[in-house]
C-alpha cells in the first residue's frame, strides 16, 4: 500500500477545504471523490475539467505535494541531498484537451502572487489520430526547464503507450545537478533523458508533486483526467526532512 505519511492533498474544491493536511490525509475517517484506493492498495486520482482552479492556475488539479512527517511543507536545494521519485502508474482517463500531468519538481522559489512554476514536469498525452486495434495510444512526455529563466522543452520519452497501460518511471536529481528521468512502459522509445541544469537552480526551494492535473476546464463534469499509482515514493539522501 502506498505511504501516504510525508505527503499532503490539493483537491479541486472551493476553499476552505482545498487541501487536504497530511493528518487528514493519513486519518482512518478520510474519504474523498478525488482520490480513494484502488485494487491491490493502489491510488486513483481524479480530476473532472469542472474542479475549481487552484490559485493562480487556470485548470484544476488532484496533487499530492511532499510535507515533513509532521505535516509541514517540505522543500529542499538540490545540493542539500539526491532527490528521487518512483513510481508505476497508468493513465485511465484524459480530457478532451488531452494531457494529464502525473508528476513535477516545483518551484517555491517564484515571486509572491505568482504560481508556482515547474522545473520538471511528466506529462502523458494522447495522439487522437493514432490507435492500436481500437486503443487510443499517447506519449510520455518530460516537459522541463534547464535553468530558471528557460521557457518549458518538450522531451518524448516513451511513444505508443496505450491509455491505460501500466508504466514505471524514476526522477532523480543529484547533488551535482544532473537531473535524470527513466521511463519503462509498452509501446515504443523506452526513453532516458539525462542533463546537466543550469547552476541558477541551486538556490530555488524544490519539491515533488504527483497525482493528475490538467491544461482542460471545459466540458461536462464527467469528463477529466483519472491516473491510477500502483507505487509511489519519494526519497532523500541523506534525509534531511
Avoid: C
Amino acid at each position: 500500500m502506498i505511504d501516504l505519511a510525508e505527503w499532503n492533498l490539493t483537491v479541486p474544491v472551493p476553499l476552505p477545504v482545498a487541501q487536504v493536511t497530511t493528518a487528514e490525509l493519513n486519518s482512518s475517517n478520510f474519504r474523498s471523490l478525488y482520490l480513494y484506493r484502488g485494487e491491490g492498495g493502489s491510488l486513483v486520482f481524479w480530476v473532472p475539467v469542472t474542479g475549481t482552479p487552484q490559485a493562480f492556475y487556470d485548470y484544476p488539479a488532484t496533487e499530492l505535494r511532499e510535507t515533513r512527517p509532521d505535516g509541514s511543507a517540505y522543500s529542499w536545494k538540490y545540493r542539500e541531498a539526491d532527490a528521487l521519485l518512483q513510481a508505476e502508474a497508468a493513465v485511465q482517463q484524459v480530457p478532451s484537451r488531452p494531457e494529464v500531468i502525473l508528476s513535477q519538481i516545483e518551484d517555491q522559489s517564484s515571486a509572491p502572487l505568482k504560481p508556482a512554476e515547474a522545473l520538471l514536469q511528466l506529462v502523458y498525452q494522447v495522439d487522437s489520430a493514432m490507435t492500436d486495434k481500437g486503443q487510443e495510444l499517447g506519449k510520455l512526455i518530460a516537459r522541463l526547464r534547464e535553468s530558471p529563466d528557460d521557457n518549458p522543452k518538450d522531451v518524448i520519452l516513451l511513444e505508443r503507450l496505450p491509455l491505460a497501460s501500466r508504466f514505471s518511471y524514476d526522477i532523480k536529481l543529484a547533488r551535482n545537478g544532473v537531473l535524470t528521468v527513466r521511463a519503462h512502459g509498452a509501446g515504443s522509445r523506452t526513453g532516458d533523458l539525462g542533463l546537466q541544469l543550469d547552476s541558477a537552480w541551486s538556490s530555488h526551494h524544490l519539491y515533488f508533486k504527483a497525482g493528475a492535473r490538467l491544461r482542460d476546464a471545459e466540458g461536462p463534469a464527467s469528463e477529466g483526467g483519472k491516473v491510477q499509482f500502483y507505487r509511489l515514493i519519494s526519497m532523500h539522501q541523506p534525509n534531511n526532512r
